[in-house]
């Protein structure tokens, strides 16, 4: 049998038991954290109650907590997960209770990117020292299927987790490599998708459609059911001082440390889906963000991205922009005679990051910090989802942040979150970008 073959079957076969040498686990309900993009959010299906978080809730009876976010991958929960959890004790349908141990932790983010998945797994580790850890390794039917999950899978199965390789409907602890398969073409007379693989996915063939979900559930049910040593009673670790974000993506609530000054406005710029962000609406944006800790700390910026060609980086949809944050104390300059001397350029045709160019331009100790709206991971550029820079330093009390369009593009900068994590200094995380 050749590869295509054995996947094949696999994708045609009817969902089977596994082996019964591990012993089950002893308690019927159990505390499930899901953390993901869209599919996971329950995105692109008729009827949201029928995504797999759901279904272990309302049919399996688990107490399932949700923080899957839209059009975002692993860096926002990485940097920003007990803030997460903050604002879930607040959601009086929530089932959390933040001194109750979770027993079953999901992750899926092979469609909106890792970055940082090292970190958020280590902080969930420090945190829920007994969780059993199971990865869903996702794809999709559009633009490539699905970022390379390889290090991200061998960080669970080191943790002591398993991965579920979406598509596969026997033993679900096999791999199924969707590498593998033929460059389908949607639509195409001669090279569509077989049905046996377009029943997968919704009418998008993007996410996964409402049987996808009904796999994907029972899949990872029959893992913690025949694989997982759920103990009676896990231990609850620590947050290293944790972290403070407010993401206003999903409910356009932005945290009280954050104030317009001057420049922006809050936007709920995608009414059909209820998508919000603090749009740029002048070349130049002025926000207070006041910073309750004794010491100085990084702060991060969430934003919106996507472009029309991949290889060109000034063909995204959102303008560049940088930043500068000085402290309250200090007097706000008129720097546009500067900022109008910065420009964009490529960087090199494999390493298409952007850089400044100017003449009075002295490089980031002057506290200018460039963001270039185009995704690091040219395999995401296509879609229209966040990611994450480093947008500078912030002094204890008040910060004035001044932001600057570079250039004119279709949309807006829209920020969607900020991002400042104490707990990533202390377990050693240094890419803040």
């Known amino acids: 049998q050749n590869a295509q073959e054995i996947i094949q079957q696999k994708t045609q076969a009817s969902p089977i038991q ?51 976010i839209r ?5 926002y929960p990485a940097q ?14 929530s089932t959390y209770h933040p001194e109750v141990p979770f027993d079953v932790i999901i992750f899926e983010f092979s469609i909106n990117g890792m970055s940082g998945f090292d970190l958020l797994l280590k902080r969930l580790q420090e945190r829920f020292p007994d969780a059993l850890f199971i990865y869903i390794d996702l794809w999709s039917l559009r633009n490539g299927g699905a970022m390379d999950s390889t290090s ?30 033929p460059k389908y073409e949607i639509g195409s007379k001669t090279n569509s998708p077989p049905d046996h693989i377009m029943q997968l996915f919704a009418d998008d063939t993007h996410h996964i459609s409402t049987y996808g979900h009904s796999l994907a559930r029972f899949q990872v049910k029959t893992i913690i059911e025949q694989y997982g040593k759920i103990p009676m009673k896990p231990r609850l670790g620590s947050w290293h001082g944790g972290d403070k974000c407010r993401s206003w993506f999903e ?34 944006a002025v926000i207070e963000y006041t910073h309750n800790g004794d010491n ?12 029309i060609d991949k290889w060109d980086v000034f063909s995204g949809l959102y303008p560049p922009v940088v930043v500068r944050i000085t402290p309250a104390v200090e007097k706000i300059e008129n720097t546009q005679e500067i900022v109008s001397g910065f420009h964009a350029e ?47 330093m912030l002094k204890p009390g008040k910060n004035y942040i001044q932001v600057y369009t570079l250039e004119k593009r279709k949309n807006p900068f829209r920020l969607t979150a900020t991002i400042v994590c104490e707990a ?9 970008s």
């Not at 007990?82 to 879930?88: D, Y």
Request: net charge negative.
């Open 18 to 68: 596994t082996s019964q040498e591990h012993s089950p686990q002893k308690r019927d309900k159990l505390n499930i954290l899901t953390l993901g993009g869209s599919v996971t959010w329950g995105a692109a299906i008729p009827n949201r109650g029928q995504s797999y978080p759901n279904v272990l809730r309302d049919f399996d009876k688990h107490n399932v907590t949700n923080l899957a």
């Open 251 to 284: 409910d356009g609530k932005v945290s009280d440390s954050l104030q317009i000054i001057d420049g922006a406005k809050l936007n709920e710029w995608d009414k059909e889906k209820h998508k919000f962000a603090i749009e740029l609406d002048a070349p130049r």
């Open 346 to 392: 490529s960087n090199g045709e494999f390493h298409p990051n952007l850089k400044l160019i100017s003449d009075t331009y002295r490089g980031p100790d002057d506290g200018w910090n460039f963001i270039s709206s185009v995704n690091k991971l040219m395999g995401l550029r296509n879609f229209h989802i966040t990611s994450v820079e480093h947008g500078g």
């Open 424 to 432: 990533c200094a202390q377990l050693g995380w240094k890419d803040f």
């Open 152 to 181: 991200a899978r061998q960080l669970v199965k080191e943790a002591g987790g398993y991965v579920y390789f979406f598509g596969n409907k026997g033993t679900p602890l096999l791999p199924f490599e969707f590498r593998d398969l």
């Open 80 to 93: 920003c997960i007990s803030s997460m959890f903050r604002i879930e004790e607040y959601n009086e349908e």
């Open 296 to 307: 100085e700390a990084p702060i991060n910026f969430q934003f919106m991205t996507k472009s």
């Open 71 to 75: 059009a975002t991958g692993s860096d």
